[in-house]
């Protein structure tokens, strides 16, 4: 059994590292250009978004439409750190600080909302986000107000990206696997179940919203520093809905399935560019048309891994077999 | 004192549209639970519908209000056999996203079509410009006239809630679903007919806010939507006189709010009085405390 599980250690981190060689291969030989890079750069924080989001809607079954919110926090505490330390040193306490701010704003947040259910939560921390925007907004002596931010120094690069993405991976499909994992699972399932089964379900539905909180101030951190600018409308009500709409078309309980949707939406926003005054209206057919063709999302709550190429391969031994 | 009756007055013009957008949501996320994010942008359309009727077609202001609520009653049912019927069985996030969908297609069908820019609606004529001093209280015709259209638009709907049999099979479906089926009632009938009602609603609040605050662009929809949701869940979903008081409150606290401090924070208050609800009294003012069962 410890055997197995090395081999797979194994083969993630040489699929990591081939990602990560390649991609940095392609940006060097100038086939991913600047203009592609941002793309890319998008991609990366999308995924740390849904990703995260995922751990609380998908897996802990708690519709948070918030989640722009904490995101703001890291990218507005991050900015603030690396415009008065503009070194890396400075960069890494940045995206530290924003995204423990944001953990901590999760906590104090999640205590007394998260008891509500369904919609109504849905609509506290939609609420709850709109406020955060509203005190950036008003904050005009630290944050600049509705001007917001600029010449934010720029830090991140695919190597940052990357670390920050796969580790933000790695940390949530861990903490799944693991038993406070199965614990927010069973609160998704049947919450007065796993009440009765001794799950202590808001000290897990608490856990799993601050660690949600706390990758989303890892986004908006990155955010800041690879765009050089924000300002509270970025971090509006339609965020949330953007990094919501990821995860459900993505499958809601499949990591998987969030990181193909990050891609696939962000290829497909780079190429709609071309078409800028019908790129929404595009975009809001193909969602209507998914959720009515395939509401569970692409991934439905399956998981694409290495061992997918396996069963292939054993299912054309078998069939080879038989002939 | 003058100066706070003075702002409840316009806080209550400004609660009128809340309350009639708030009686769409309120009565759609009764009958089927569904947060329906497209009826904000069906009021903005009610507010565009009117708008040509009023400048192209050259309507009075009555003519306009009906053509306006046809064609939003048309259009929310269109909306609700095309996106949302498909997913009857579905998971509610499915449906959510869904109506997130048709809330951005028809913001951005909206814009290609009438163009980003604000338009602002013709100028009124006739007995609509006066006003009059009652003391030292400024009221004008426009503000009687929006508070007059809905509360007949709330007797009318509450007539057809209570006493007709459609009313009954409304009140019926959202009860139970399943059992109003058994008993022979058309369920999907029922619903296309609450988002007709809803719609319609919607389309005279469209019209009235373009009168009222005489610009109107195809965003308009998003943050009255919110709000007028709120309002919604303040008075208790799901429940008709709920989304009432619910839309008069936060329209009168939003007036006040920014009449007596800075307005910025005008959106900021309504959003922390929902969180206050949500915690204290998460069914709502008039809403009943069910028990949970297994």
Redo the contacts between chains.
């Keep these: 059994m410890k055997k197995l599980f090395e081999i797979n250690w194994i083969k993630t981190l040489v699929s990591l590292i081939l990602t990560f060689v390649i991609i940095q291969l392609l940006i060097s030989l100038n086939i991913i250009n600047s203009y592609l890079q941002s793309t890319l750069a998008a991609i990366c924080i999308n995924i740390i978004l849904a990703v995260s989001l995922n751990l609380i809607?998908g897996f802990t079954g708690q519709?948070s439409l918030g989640h722009a919110g904490f995101m703001s926090i890291g990218a507005y505490v991050c900015a603030l750190i690396t415009l008065r330390i503009p070194t890396i040193p400075g960069f890494i306490l940045g995206v530290f600080a924003g995204a423990v701010t944001a953990a901590v704003i999760g906590v104090i947040v999640g205590l007394?909302?998260l008891?509500?259910r369904?919609?109504?939560l849905?609509?506290?921390t939609?609420?709850?986000a709109?406020?955060i925007r509203?005190?950036f907004?008003?904050m005009d002596k630290i944050t600049n107000g509705a001007a917001g931010l600029q010449d934010i120094p720029q830090f991140t690069n695919w190597a940052w990206l990357f670390l920050y993405t796969a580790g933000t991976i790695l940390i949530i499909s861990n903490f799944i696997k693991s038993s406070h994992g199965r614990a927010c699972i069973s609160i998704r399932e049947d919450e007065?179940?796993a009440e009765a089964m001794g799950v202590n379900s808001t000290r897990y539905k608490v856990t799993a919203f601050t660690i949600g909180a706390f990758f989303a101030g890892i986004a908006g951190a990155l955010y800041a520093s690879t765009f050089n600018f924000i300002d509270p409308k970025i971090f509006g009500?339609?965020k949330s809905?953007d990094i919501?709409?990821v995860v459900?078309?993505g499958g809601?309980g499949s990591i998987s399935g969030s990181i193909i949707a990050a891609i696939l939406l962000g290829i497909i926003t780079t190429y709609l560019q071309a078409f800028a005054?019908?790129q929404?209206?595009l975009?809001?057919?193909a969602?209507?048309i998914i959720?009515?063709f395939r509401?569970?999302g692409l991934m439905g709550s399956k998981e694409l891994s290495l061992s997918i190429f396996n069963r292939l391969g054993n299912s054309y031994k078998s069939k080879k077999g038989r002939v | 004192m003058e100066r706070l009756l003075q702002q409840i007055i316009n806080g209550i013009s400004l609660g009128s549209i809340y309350a009639l957008i708030a009686l769409g949501y309120t009565m759609v996320y009764g009958i089927i639970k569904l947060i329906n994010f497209a009826h904000s942008d069906i009021y903005m359309l009610g507010a565009f519908i009117g708008y040509f009727s009023m400048t192209t077609l050259k309507l009075g202001f009555i003519p306009s209000l009906l053509l306006s609520m046809v064609f939003c009653t048309i259009i929310g049912v269109v909306i609700e056999k095309v996106a949302y019927k498909p997913l009857r069985h579905a998971t509610r996030i499915a449906v959510l996203i869904t109506a997130i969908g048709v809330s951005l297609f028809l913001e951005y069908t909206t814009m290609a079509i009438a163009g980003a820019n604000v338009r602002s609606y013709p100028p009124l004529t006739g007995i609509l410009t006066k006003s009059f001093m009652l003391g030292n209280i400024n009221i004008s015709m426009l503000q009687i006239l929006i508070l007059g259209i809905t509360i007949i638009l709330m007797i009318l709907l509450q007539f057809i809630v209570k006493k007709t049999r459609i009313g009954k099979a409304m009140r019926a479906v959202s009860l139970d679903s399943d059992a109003a089926e058994l008993m022979g009632i058309n369920v999907n009938t029922t619903i296309s007919f609450t988002f007709a009602l809803g719609s319609a609603l919607a389309g005279a609040a469209g019209i009235m806010v373009g009168i009222y605050y005489n610009s109107i662009n195809p965003l308009m929809g998003m943050l009255p939507g919110i709000k007028a949701f709120i309002a919604a869940v303040f008075g208790g979903i799901g429940i008709i006189p709920g989304a009432m008081i619910g839309g008069y409150f936060i329209g009168i606290v939003e007036v006040l709010v920014s009449g007596y401090s800075n307005s910025l924070y005008r959106d900021g208050v309504v959003f922390a009085i929902l969180i206050l609800v949500l915690i204290i009294k998460p069914t709502g003012l008039l809403g009943k405390n069910s028990r949970e069962k297994v």
Aim: glycine content about 4%; aromatic content about 10%.
């Design positions: 809607t519709f007394p909302t008891r509500l369904g919609d109504y849905a609509i506290a939609l609420g709850m709109e406020i509203i005190i907004l008003n007065i179940a009500f339609s809905i919501l709409v459900v078309l809601l005054n019908i929404m209206i975009y809001s057919l969602l209507i959720m009515i509401p569970q």
